[in-house]
């Protein structure tokens, strides 16, 4: 098959980076199309993925508006060319999926209640969506998938930390640290959102560091005053770091949920909270993270006292992570799978059992 993969974040790079590379192994001729942002082209590089750029970054809505009727008419040309059979991801190839004889499949895992623009003008346009188990969607077009997409990658079928990773920013070995992230909020559904203050930041990189060392990652340029605690190695080291790390904490949704589902306890900040149903049920199904609104900072910092007072706190999550995980699918597997098997993928896959579900684990 012909098959077309779109990249427009750094976390789709990660959700399809070990599909791409299964389905090119299976024989298929696999095309990736991507947002040439310095944080998408670096991974596409480090991954070894060839792509095509589409379209540019813009932060206004309107600028986004312009931007996807210029990729609209780009990727039509692209996959009449290339004959693409099937797409994976993103309202620009649910779009032309309509007006070419390409299938369309979207993954996406926020509800429609936080991403209106997108379940309007996209989800009526794919031939299938897939979703995890629980996501608040309205198309009948969903198949709930019990699975996360974090899972896409560092689940452990997908991931093995490398625990060298510690000689490599200076620590040694059970020294205590902690992984924060601030988020951009630049995205169309993020109108409106905040996370931490500065000074909610500067209070927190305070704290941490009377507790061990204390490492950023940005989504963005960094405050200058934080720039001695950014965080300076490849991108494919992050995860290991990640996994070996005392907490993380900070407003991020994608690493917030990573952190969780590699046993490291994450606490997050900012006006998502509460609101989107894969975090609540990482949070109260399984108690792998907290999430908090910007106005409960007080709750926020009482809740990283409470964590770093807990007798082997790591344990303790490595524990709540396995439960998960009995629970949980391999998701690359799963989406191999269901590319590969399209159009039978569909039906069989809307009506399974949890016996189906078992051979993704």
Known sequence: ????????????????????????????????????TKAITDLLDLYHIPFVPLGGNRDSMLGKAFLQISNFFYLWYFVVRHRINIGVHGMTMAWVSRLTKMHSI?????????????????????????????????SKKTIYVPSYHELAYLHPNE???NPSVLNDVGLKQDEPYFILRFNAFKAHHDVGVVGLTIENKRRLVEYLNTKGKVFITTERNIDDEFKPYQLKIPQDKVHSLLYYATLFVGDSQTMTSEAAVLGTPAIKCNSFAGRLSVPNEIEQRYGLCYCFLPQQTDDFYAQIDELLNIPNLKKEWRQRCERMLVDKIDYTKFLIWFIENYPASVSEARNAGDKFWNKFK
């Open 1 to 36: 098959m012909n098959i077309l993969l779109d990249m427009s974040h750094p976390a789709h790079v990660h959700l399809l980076r070990n599909v791409y590379a299964q389905l090119v192994n299976d024989g298929h001729k696999v095309y990736v199309v991507a947002k040439p």
């Open 106 to 138: 979207l993954t996406d895992d926020d509800d429609d209640a936080v991403e209106p623009l997108y379940a309007r003008y996209a989800h009526p346009f794919a031939d299938v969506i897939l979703s995890p188990e629980g996501t608040m969607r309205k």
């Open 159 to 161: 991931f093995t930390p």
